[in-house]
């Protein structure tokens, strides 16, 4: 079961459109379900994930238009797995890993995906599993100098084990990392 | 002698000899078990030493099939670079890529397989219908030109149910300990053979042997014709008037003159009505390539009648099919008999009613008398024409609800439309009797509204011949029924009687006549071969007042004269009954 992981689009207000390479990856009828952190900041970005599947979870960011009512958090079974969604804003301090690990233990889930930090990374901490996908479009951010990396990520959810991969657009070359994430016996 | 021995011998003897349809249809069609161990033997060698071998090779084959069709990207034996290995690229060593172009497929192959056999339990288990996609689609991938085509699982889910049938016998009489009169060598091919954890291999090695035989009704129309064919299509021509295109069509053809030749008063009815045989196995014609329709004759032949037909019977049913290799002639005068076996509810019926009691057919009553008469098509010298009686359960359905046609039924006057059958000339089968007294059944049951819906086959068998209490015309009807019944039997023994008596004495004549050669012994052959030939006329005497004085004639004239006349005698009874 595959899941696609991608958020802060900030179209149109900081980018013009998602990078070519990336859009020639993200096809339909390969992933089951899209979960988003938000900030899709327009109604043609959300009509774009829904061609790439029909199930399509949304979250609020700070820039999405407040009458969509999209929920701060969210909670979504894959196979055994619970994965949260949160846009992250929300949490202070900013991507504090402690805070993430408190809202984790709130929402009771196995995988936590946030964004807002415009950085991809996937990290396993006390038996459960952080994902951030980063910024689909590589917008300008504010808490962070220089450059951001566009980014998403994809989970291969099977009976035992979540196989993430982060896809990274470096020097308009797609790169590609896979962390493997077991779930606990305990939980 | 231990019956899984003797099964054991019969695999290695007489079976390959099959080809003696009597012979080896009794044996076949002792169990069910034969049904596997025949069918394998396309897969097995003779001599059953090697059965071990041959096994484990053809077992060892579906695995590396199974693993090179069904590619699990999370196999270590891919490249583990997540540059090349992973959902999204589409790279060429990518192994996500060919697992996504099976995804349709095997969507399709799952929603089929859900839906087989619903009534059956064991098809519910999730383990049975994973092993059954499994198989389909390492077939449809193996064999590309076949592919998958819905329809292949109602083909595939008799195959496994009855291995799975086998798997247990077997291991029930281990327990048992049925096996002690086996050789410790017999014995160990019997474990082999019927080893619980190669159902899946086995399956898919007995379908690829059944779909040898089938797949030719599969097959597409070649694609380079078809689309120049329907340029060409006349306005207002009817698609029975095109040429066939593919091997189906001509079979179905085929099926058609097959029909004319002996039934033509039914073939006349369909035709009029405008159902020929092809009908519903060409496309619908519409000038959309792919739009097609798979109707009912096609569903017939391409489901190995699988959909017309209980389980248990149909087992029975595909025994005697598989026997006589290659099976499409057999199959063919198999579906004309299951017209000839509804046709009085054809004749009697609509457009639409025929198109109910074709869609949904009324299941057979009692399927030993239905093959006797398929395999009485196939080869009329060999086989003798069973006595037909009304073999369906008209009023239901094969999932045992009440058919639709029972309440739509056009109820006409019963004796106009008997009496114009009898003119047409029915064929000689006492078939003409059974639509007055399935009426008559009617009739009653609707009077005393009695119509109750079945829950099966058999529990209505008894509610149709045991009439309710108080209801003096059921019993009347069904009497009668009887004793027509016990007429004919009668009649057909003294028949036997005659007919080898008359033989002996034949041969008796003959005897007397090579012995000596003088006039004496002449005229005593001469004598005892009158003898003979009045033995044969004086046969039907106690039916029929009036018999023509040829034998063979006779024979005809008394199937044909007696149904009817009974058909007669029950309808002047049920008139006067009606009167009162």
Aim: include cysteine.
């Amino acid at each position: 079961m595959l899941v696609l992981l991608i958020g802060d689009f900030n179209l149109p207000h900081r980018s013009a459109n998602i990078s070519p390479k990336f859009r020639k990856l993200l096809v339909p009828n390969k992933m089951q379900h899209v979960l988003c952190t938000g900030n899709l900041c327009s109604r043609e970005t959300y009509d774009y994930l829904r061609t790439l599947s029909s199930d399509v979870h949304v979250v609020k960011g700070e820039f999405d238009d407040e009458m969509l009512k999209y929920p701060d958090t969210k909670v979504v079974t894959v196979g055994q797995f619970r994965i949260g969604v949160c846009h992250g804003h929300q949490i202070i301090p900013w991507g504090d890993s402690r805070m993430l690990e408190l809202l984790a233990r709130q929402l009771d889930v196995d995988i936590l995906v946030t964004g807002n930090t415009y950085e991809c990374s996937a990290v396993e901490k006390s038996g459960r599993f952080f994902v951030d996908p980063g910024s689909a479009t590589g917008s300008f951010s504010v808490n962070k100098t220089g450059p951001v990396t566009p980014s998403f990520a994809l989970l291969d959810v099977q009976a035992d084990n979540v196989v993430t991969y982060l896809y990274r657009l470096i020097d308009d070359a797609v790169k590609v990392d896979r962390i493997i994430y077991k779930k606990s016996k305990s939980t | 002698m231990n019956f899984w021995q003797e099964s054991l011998r019969l695999a290695r003897y007489d079976l390959p000899h099959a080809d003696r349809p009597s012979g080896g249809l009794e044996i076949a069609l002792k169990t069910e078990i034969m049904f596997f161990v025949q069918l394998v033997l396309r897969c097995l060698p003779y001599e059953t030493r090697d059965w071990e071998i041959s096994l484990s090779r053809s077992r060892n084959h579906y695995r590396i099939l199974k693993e090179t069709h069904l590619i699990d990207p999370h196999d270590t034996k891919f490249s583990q670079d997540p540059e090349l290995n992973n959902p999204l690229t589409s790279i060429e060593q990518n192994p996500w890529n060919t697992f996504f172009e099976d995804n349709d497929l095997r969507d399709i192959i799952g929603k089929d397989v859900s839906r087989t056999f619903p009534e059956i339990e064991f098809f519910q288990n999730l383990n049975i219908r994973q092993t059954m996609a499994d198989i389909l689609l390492v077939y449809a991938k193996e064999h590309p030109f076949a592919n998958y085509r819905q329809g292949m699982h109602e083909i595939l889910a008799p195959l496994i149910f009855v291995i799975n049938l086998d798997n247990e016998a077997f291991q029930h009489a281990k327990e048992n300990d049925e096996l002690k009169m086996l050789t410790v060598e017999e014995e160990d091919i019997l474990n082999c053979l019927f080893c619980k954890e190669y159902l899946e291999q086995d399956s898919y090695n007995l379908f690829c042997a059944v779909m040898l035989e089938v797949s030719r009704w599969y097959e597409e129309p070649t694609h380079s014709e078809t689309p120049k064919q329907h340029i060409t299509k006349e306005p207002y021509m009817r698609v029975q008037d095109s040429v066939p295109s593919s091997r189906l069509m001509e079979d179905l053809v085929d099926i058609g003159n097959l029909l004319q030749e002996t039934d033509p008063t039914l073939a006349k009815h369909l035709s009029s009505l405008d159902i020929p045989p092809q009908l519903y196995g060409m496309f619908v014609q519409s000038f959309f390539f792919h739009f097609k329709q798979m109707f009912l004759f096609r569903r017939w032949l391409r489901l190995l009648f699988g959909r017309e037909i209980p389980l248990h019977d149909l087992l029975f049913l595909w025994d005697v099919l598989l026997i006589d290799r290659p099976i499409s002639p057999l199959a063919k005068c198999i579906f004309v008999s299951l017209l000839v076996q509804i046709r009085h509810l054809l004749l009697t019926s609509d457009y639409g009613g025929c198109l109910q009691y074709l869609m949904r057919y009324p299941p057979i009553a009692d399927i030993d008398s239905f093959v006797k008469l398929a395999r009485h098509y196939r080869n009329p010298k060999k086989n003798a024409k069973p006595m037909m009686k009304s073999n369906n359960f008209s009023h239901i359905t094969i999932a045992g609800s009440s058919h639709p046609n029972r309440t739509q039924r056009p109820q006409r006057p019963l004796v106009v439309s008997e009496r114009k059958k009898d003119d047409l000339e029915s064929p000689p089968t006492i078939l003409a009797l059974a639509p007055v007294l399935q009426k008559m059944k009617n009739t009653i049951r609707d009077r005393s509204n009695t119509v109750s819906v079945p829950s099966s086959p058999r529990r209505s068998a008894e509610i149709l011949t045991t009439p309710k209490k108080n209801d003096n015309w059921a019993k009347e009807v069904q009497m009668m029924e009887e004793q027509v019944s016990t007429l004919q039997t009668r009649l057909n023994e003294q028949d036997m009687m005659c007919c080898q008596i008359s033989k002996a004495l034949e041969i008796c004549a003959e005897d007397v006549r090579n012995a000596k050669s003088n006039d004496q012994c002449e005229s005593l052959a001469q004598h005892l071969l009158e003898l003979s030939k009045t033995l044969v006329s004086i046969k039907t005497v106690p039916v029929v007042p009036s018999p023509p004085r040829n034998g063979k004639n006779n024979v005809d004239f008394k199937q044909r004269v007696c149904p009817s006349k009974f058909g007669i005698y029950l309808l002047s009874a049920k008139s006067t009954k009606w009167s009162t």
